[in-house]
């Protein structure tokens, strides 16, 4: 299954894309060279670095306590893969994390890009008084640690009685100072004023700007905003391990630590709950990592 | 000045726009309804604007603002975990506790070395990654997305593998340095051994996702740039060195930044590679960060007031390595 992984997948997803971007692409990157053996070399041992902790997460998983107290440590899936799934399943009650950690993640990455989209259309075309003096507080709040608003934070979850409840993790997590930004950068290059103008001309107010010509024009960053930001509340670690129980509504992360606790724990039960809540994740990025990796660099050039 | 430039140009446009009537005679109703409308519409232009920008700021006060804030106030105060509504004020003592306390100092340390070890060569790794990625290849797409699975895995999922990886009697990588007759190295309890176990888990989580950054700045350098360093008889080092490297600078910059930041928040991954699951960051707190140790000031001995003294120095901290950066990038622009 190992070689299953790395190899096979490279020939098939990216042949048809890469034919036709090539002339471009090379027009502008900086390597017209090809890349010699050495290069590939250096790349295999990278994915091989990249990808064997998750595949032996999945290896461990599959064995049991005694195996994995042996040396040399398991190489080869053992037969309690599916076993120990369902026990990890159960125990660390991981349909409902994940339930719970979709929810927060979803509510949280639709209100993040909506106002994301909104107000950094606001900061790229608008003019307004104090625009710049109130976007330096946008990008001054992305140095702010997390851990800064975590006391008083957890004092509001206290004072409100919202401690174990899901809306305790979904509130804070919908400040994105970085998605204003992100969207700001996007729109600045991806929108011209000449169709706000038009649209202005014809008598569109500007909410309807909004509507029919910003979220339009904005949809491929929105689509990247929303996932990076799925993917950052779902790994989110601290504020959730803080506010919530395992008891009350985990989140996954919240759950899958808590399996690691005990005096005797079974650590290929903790490798198969950290298999299940790494999966629904790996499973997008499988399926969009592509446009996943163009938006990250897009955003990238620009900021 | 620009909003009165706003206010006052639309009207023109507006009055062409589609509640003209045809002809030259304008009724004194059609007259009024344009009226009307410019109103609107100035108003519309003037505080649409602020709307837009409202929810995130609305948020923002509510989650960024006011605990940044009432932090600092609660830091000048006696707070319990158990009472957390009541404050009594002490002024300056949880800082001079804190600064009193040994621990604090090993944190920051800690803190500081795990960060160095992490960030310098998860970049440089990254920069050379990126470096391969610019040449024409088989699959760069494929790679790319690889690159990005760490990145998708979660902190929890991660530290837990390398804690079984890390292991000192059955673990996989002890088990290689064996075998290779380097002996085993006690992961969990050795000093300088812990700090890098755990500085591997963040690089392994970010070297793809840095790469990737890295890459895009490289492509944005325009190809007549090495055309004529070849010219003029440059290597392909030399190019990387004169060309590639000066054009990378702010990306270089935004990188360094984002880790500093990253790595002086750190807490789940030492929290979780710690073999008795506390807060201590191992027996001898050999990596115990500053983030850990805030967590264990305010939720282990329950002195938040004290945790968040421990939060405004880590702010204060990352404030002065923001200015620091900005004086760098000023120098870095007016040198080149």
Do not use: C
């Amino acid at each position: 299954m190992t070689t299953t992984l790395t190899k096979p997948p490279a020939e098939p997803v990216p042949e048809p894309d890469r034919r036709r971007r090539r002339g471009s692409k090379a027009s502008r990157a900086g390597g017209q060279l090809h890349a010699g053996p050495i290069a590939y070399i250096i790349l295999a041992v990278f994915t091989l670095g990249s990808l064997f902790p998750l595949v032996w997460t999945a290896i461990a998983a599959s064995r049991d306590n005694q195996r994995l107290a042996q040396t040399p440590p398991p190489l080869w899936f053992g037969s309690n893969l599916f076993d120990k799934l369902e026990i990890a399943w159960n125990d660390a009650n991981l349909g409902e994390a994940i339930l719970n950690t979709t929810i927060v993640a979803g509510i949280s990455s639709a209100t993040v890009v909506f106002m994301a989209t909104v107000a950094g259309f606001a900061f790229a075309k608008l003019k307004f008084r104090g625009r710049n003096a109130l976007m330096l507080i946008v990008v001054g709040t992305m140095m702010v640690p997390p851990q800064l608003s975590v006391i008083p934070l957890y004092m509001m979850v206290a004072k409100l009685d919202w401690s174990d409840q899901l809306q305790a993790v979904i509130f804070p997590s919908l400040v994105s100072a970085f998605g204003v930004f992100f969207m700001r950068q996007y729109l600045l290059q991806a929108l011209p004023d000449e169709i706000i103008e038009a649209a202005r001309v014809d008598g569109a107010s500007s909410w309807r700007v909004i509507w029919h010509v910003v979220f339009p024009t904005a949809r491929p960053a929105m689509a990247v905003l929303g996932m990076l930001t799925f993917v950052q509340v779902w790994n989110d670690f601290l504020w959730p391990f803080l506010v919530l129980t395992q008891n009350g509504n985990p989140t996954v992360q919240v759950a899958v630590a808590g399996l690691g606790r005990g005096f005797t724990p079974d650590q290929a039960l903790i490798m198969a709950g950290a298999l299940l809540g790494t999966l629904p994740l790996l499973l997008v990025f499988a399926i969009f990592g592509k446009q996943i990796v163009g938006g990250i660099m897009q955003g990238a050039v620009k900021g | 000045m620009t909003t009165r430039h706003d206010t006052a140009a639309p009207p023109a446009k507006g009055g062409a726009a589609p509640g003209r009537p045809p002809g030259d005679a304008v009724s004194p109703e059609a007259a009024r309804k344009r009226a009307r409308l410019s109103r609107r519409w100035q108003r519309d232009m003037r505080w649409s604007p602020y709307a837009f920008v409202a929810p995130f700021f609305v948020f923002f006060a509510a989650f960024g603002l006011f605990p940044l804030i009432y932090t600092g106030w609660a830091s000048l105060h006696t707070v319990e975990l158990t009472a957390p509504t009541d404050m009594a004020w002490t002024g300056l003592d949880n800082y001079t506790r804190i600064f009193d306390d040994d621990f604090f100092w090993n944190a920051a340390k800690n803190t500081l070395t795990i960060g160095i070890i992490s960030t310098v060569p998860q970049l440089m790794m990254a920069m050379g990654l990126a470096h391969i990625l610019n040449y024409k290849l088989r699959g760069s797409t494929f790679y790319r997305v690889i690159m990005l699975a760490p990145y998708a895995t979660s902190i929890a999922a991660a530290a837990l593998v390398f804690v079984l990886l890390f292991g000192r009697d059955y673990g996989m990588i002890n088990w290689v340095l064996d075998s290779v007759g380097l002996g085993k190295v006690d992961w969990q309890n050795d000093k300088w051994a812990s700090q890098f176990a755990v500085s591997s888990i963040v690089i392994w989580r970010w070297t793809g996702y840095n790469a990737l950054i890295y890459l895009a700045a490289m492509q944005a350098i325009p190809q007549d740039l090495y055309e004529s360093a070849a010219l003029d008889g440059a290597s392909r080092w030399r190019q990387f060195l004169h060309v590639t490297l000066p054009a990378l600078r702010p990306t270089i910059l935004f990188t360094v930044v984002v880790s500093t930041i990253g790595a002086s928040q750190l807490f789940g991954e030492p929290l979780l590679f710690d073999a008795n699951k506390g807060a201590s960051g191992g027996s001898q707190h050999q990596f115990q960060t500053l983030g850990l140790y805030l967590y264990e000031q305010g939720w282990v001995n329950q002195h938040l007031g004290r945790a968040s003294a421990i939060a405004w120095t880590m702010f204060l901290i990352l404030i002065v390595i923001g200015l620091v950066n900005y004086v760098i990038s000023r120098r870095l622009r007016a040198s080149s």
